[in-house]
């Protein structure tokens, strides 16, 4: 076998890494499709993010305005109804879609990276860095997240999805570097990591290439609830009018149906207010049906037989 191995074509390594691509994007199907509610989550994210890229080019920024069907009841030519200067109200939630998907990625992704870094440079040197890493984790868990948003939205308004996603990074990292600590002060401690060591490979190189992968079902299931949690949060801050109402954003309908259009008052204002709320519960709905099938794939104990 080491004879063979030696003397094979240099292009075996690369259709062995492709077989092994296929593999898993296979595995991650049939676990997707393995239960009906993986495959509608699915389904709906797929839709949203659609919606986020393309919905722009179908409605165009300057939407068509009505004057003669304010607040129009949902029909053919409005599916959603209308607002209260006329505007569709499906341009609208198909408008913001774009801004709270983005915003909520970069927002989950920056969550991801500093909390997986600074928890797995926690708990594996331990020490000074493992102290100074958790106080500092420790002051974040302390403070609740929402109103530390509210003050600095007040402070700065952050209106692109870039800032918006940094912000949500930056203040939500906390329990997720605890959580990838604890996994890697269990892991660091194993035999495979043992023999990294003894083999004199870099701290960096154990980190990344040895210890990551393992909690790798931790990190994609937080990235995914990271999503919901960031879409909340943005979506409450332009509902409670701290961030500038230029931006299309479910929140700023939620904002203008209650305290500007009486949709709380009014029968024929309700399409409105229910339009981001419905699209909200949608897409939630969706991610939290599809995280079982992200836990699958990384998980193969949860694999049916």
Excluded: C
Excluded at 68 to 82: C, D, E, Q, R, W
Excluded at 165 to 171: A, M, S
Excluded at 205 to 232: C, D, K, Q, W
Excluded at 250 to 276: D, K, R
């Amino acid at each position: 076998m080491q004879t063979n191995t030696m003397n094979s074509t240099p292009s075996a390594p690369r259709k062995q890494r492709h077989v092994g691509r296929v593999t898993f994007w296979q595995t991650a199907w049939r676990s997707t499709v393995r239960k009906p509610g993986r495959l509608i989550g699915l389904f709906i994210i797929v839709v949203f993010v659609f919606m986020a890229v393309f919905g722009p080019l179908i409605y165009p920024k300057n939407l068509p305005i009505d004057p003669n069907a304010i607040y129009a009841a949902p029909s053919l030519k409005h599916p959603l109804g209308t607002d209260f200067e006329g505007t569709d109200n499906l341009a609208l939630v198909v408008q913001g879609a774009r801004y709270v998907l983005s915003a909520a990625a970069l927002g989950a992704l920056f969550t991801v990276v500093f909390g997986t870094v600074l928890g797995l440079v926690s708990g594996y040197f331990l020490g000074k860095t493992d102290a100074i890493i958790m106080r500092i984790t420790d002051l974040f868990l302390t403070v609740p997240t929402f109103p530390l948003l509210v003050v600095l939205a007040t402070v700065w308004n952050f209106g692109s999805p870039l800032a918006m996603g940094f912000v949500l990074g930056i203040t939500g990292w906390g329990g997720l570097a605890r959580a990838v600590r604890s996994q890697t002060l269990s892991l660091r401690e194993r035999g495979f990591i043992e023999s990294a060591r003894s083999l004199g490979l870099s701290p960096w190189h154990i980190l990344f290439r040895e210890i990551l992968p393992n909690v790798g079902s931790y990190i994609a299931m937080n990235l995914l609830l990271g999503i919901t949690g960031s879409i909340y949060a943005e979506v409450g801050l332009f509902f409670l009018g701290v961030l500038p109402f230029h931006v299309n954003n479910w929140g700023v309908m939620l904002n203008l149906a209650v305290f500007s259009g009486g949709a709380m008052q009014s029968a024929q204002a309700l399409p409105y207010l229910l339009s981001p709320l419905v699209a909200l519960l949608l897409l939630t709905l969706g991610i939290v049906l599809f995280l079982d099938a992200v836990d699958e794939m990384f998980n193969p104990r949860l694999k049916e037989v």
